[in-house]
């Protein structure tokens, strides 16, 4: 029987960062055309009903499974690969790890580090040399598979449904919806808003949560960074003090003016897609963020916000005056981002995939 597996090495239920959220939709629209089994680290409640069977990953269902299954889903992970001949595998590259880890582990890592870069770098090259199907999330990550033999689609991020915008009014909350990782820039956020309050722009800088739904991936240095902004922005920053559950994002994103996400200049900016973009746009939500990568070329041609000049404060500070002041740009804002819901809607942005994996259906196995 035609079966198919989502893979993610990342926590799936009440709390879920962007591999999560991605692998929890893919599963959802696959199983409209295919027997599904998600594999993943369950915690928690799951974020919804679903059409499909969920596995813990590592456990005995979960690698029947993996045999099982006539295609399987999932980014270059330990764990994850072709596991019988016959059997098709799709790559899901949207998630430039490599050069996240560059920024993470800075220009000197330590003997562990280069282990772990070593690592990547050989399922990267794995994925690119025998992947059935490659996933990118953008046209400009193309550049990095050039070698790929392949075929390679195109799947950003979606939305689950297409919300009205809310009609309450909104709070001058400037939110910060995701991590605060090496690669991105939450001094400069706090910078801003402490500067918009100095010249009379009442507003308040939120991040939505601190540590990632991942018990085992809690980074100390990361978290005192945090502290560390906090304290030096009172009374003008503050952070919500668990990262927050999934089916409440969005409520918090319509109590809020609008939505920010600021890198540091580096070669991560131009290759990532900024996953919490789309809670942005799933809740009319205006987005300031920083100049170069897919979120400001989005930004700047649907009108949908303020692109920044990387590490700006003055300009960001700009922007979220523009955003609160000026109440037709704001309201041009809400209502680009409405027009471009349905676009990403996650029935919309899966359909290379389920077109690849229909196709296969109709084909005896290899």
Same mark, same amino acid.
Not at 43 to 68: D, I, K, N, T, Y
Not at 215 to 238: G, M, W
């Given at each position: 029987?035609?079966?198919?597996?989502?893979?993610?090495?990342?926590?799936?239920?009440?709390?879920?960062?962007?591999?999560? %959220?991605? @692998?929890?939709?893919?599963?959802? +629209? =696959?199983?409209?055309? &295919? $027997?599904?089994?998600?594999?993943?680290?369950?915690? !928690?409640?799951?974020?919804?009903?679903?059409?499909?069977?969920?596995?813990?990953?590592?456990?005995?269902?979960?690698?029947?499974?993996?045999?099982?299954?006539?295609?399987?889903?999932?980014?270059?992970?330990?764990?994850?690969?072709?596991?019988?001949?016959?059997?098709?595998?799709?790559?899901?590259?949207?998630?430039?790890?490599?050069?996240?880890?560059?920024?993470?582990?800075?220009?000197?890592?330590?003997?562990?580090?280069?282990?772990?870069?070593?690592?990547?770098?050989?399922?990267?090259?794995?994925?690119?040399?025998?992947?059935?199907?490659? %996933?990118? @999330?953008?046209?400009?990550?193309? +550049? =990095?598979?050039?070698? &790929? $033999?392949?075929?390679?689609?195109?799947?950003?991020? !979606?939305?689950?449904?297409?919300?009205?915008?809310?009609?309450?009014?909104?709070?001058?909350?400037?939110?910060?919806?995701?991590?605060?990782?090496?690669?991105?820039?939450?001094?400069?956020?706090?910078?801003?808003?402490?500067?918009?309050?100095?010249?009379?722009?009442?507003?308040?800088?939120?991040?939505?949560?601190?540590?990632?739904?991942?018990?085992?991936?809690?980074?100390?240095?990361?978290?005192?960074?945090?502290?560390?902004?906090?304290?030096?922005?009172?009374?003008?920053?503050?952070?919500?003090?668990?990262?927050?559950?999934?089916?409440?994002?969005?409520?918090?994103?319509?109590?809020?003016?609008?939505?920010?996400?600021?890198?540091?200049?580096?070669?991560?900016?131009?290759?990532?897609?900024?996953?919490?973009?789309?809670?942005?746009?799933?809740?009319?939500?205006?987005?300031?963020?920083?100049?170069?990568?897919?979120?400001?070329?989005?930004?700047?041609?649907?009108?949908?916000?303020?692109?920044?000049?990387?590490?700006?404060?003055?300009?960001?500070?700009?922007?979220?005056?523009?955003?609160?002041?000026?109440?037709?740009?704001?309201?041009?804002?809400?209502?680009?981002?409405?027009?471009?819901?349905?676009?990403?809607?996650?029935?919309?942005?899966?359909?290379?995939?389920?077109?690849?994996?229909?196709?296969?259906?109709?084909?005896?196995?290899?």
């Amino acid at each position: 029987m035609f079966g198919v597996v989502v893979h993610t090495p990342d926590v799936v239920g009440e709390r879920m960062a962007g591999p999560g %959220i991605r @692998a929890w939709h893919f599963a959802g +629209e =696959l199983a409209k055309h &295919a $027997t599904t089994t998600l594999i993943c680290k369950r915690e !928690g409640e799951l974020p919804g009903p679903c059409g499909f069977r969920v596995a813990a990953r590592g456990s005995a269902e979960a690698l029947v499974a993996m045999r099982a299954a006539s295609v399987v889903i999932g980014q270059p992970a330990r764990g994850f690969g072709r596991q019988r001949r016959g059997q098709r595998v799709v790559y899901d590259l949207f998630d430039p790890v490599l050069l996240e880890l560059r920024e993470m582990y800075g220009r000197h890592p330590s003997m562990r580090q280069r282990i772990h870069l070593g690592a990547e770098r050989w399922r990267v090259h794995r994925a690119v040399s025998e992947g059935d199907l490659l %996933i990118v @999330a953008a046209a400009k990550q193309r +550049e =990095l598979y050039r070698d &790929a $033999t392949a075929p390679i689609v195109e799947i950003p991020f !979606g939305i689950e449904d297409i919300p009205v915008a809310s009609g309450d009014e909104r709070e001058n909350i400037i939110l910060w919806g995701g991590g605060t990782w090496e690669w991105l820039d939450p001094a400069i956020a706090a910078e801003a808003v402490v500067e918009a309050n100095r010249r009379g722009v009442d507003c308040r800088l939120l991040f939505l949560g601190r540590s990632r739904p991942n018990r085992h991936s809690v980074d100390r240095r990361r978290e005192d960074r945090l502290d560390a902004i906090i304290a030096n922005s009172a009374p003008f920053v503050q952070s919500n003090d668990a990262w927050t559950p999934y089916r409440d994002r969005l409520s918090w994103l319509r109590r809020s003016k609008a939505a920010i996400m600021l890198h540091r200049p580096t070669a991560e900016a131009a290759y990532s897609i900024r996953t919490r973009l789309f809670d942005a746009i799933a809740a009319a939500v205006p987005v300031i963020t920083t100049e170069n990568g897919f979120a400001a070329e989005l930004v700047a041609a649907e009108g949908l916000g303020v692109v920044v000049p990387a590490s700006d404060a003055a300009a960001v500070a700009d922007g979220i005056e523009k955003l609160i002041r000026d109440d037709d740009f704001y309201a041009a804002s809400v209502s680009n981002l409405i027009r471009i819901q349905p676009r990403f809607a996650w029935d919309v942005v899966t359909r290379p995939l389920i077109e690849a994996v229909n196709e296969w259906q109709k084909q005896p196995e290899r």
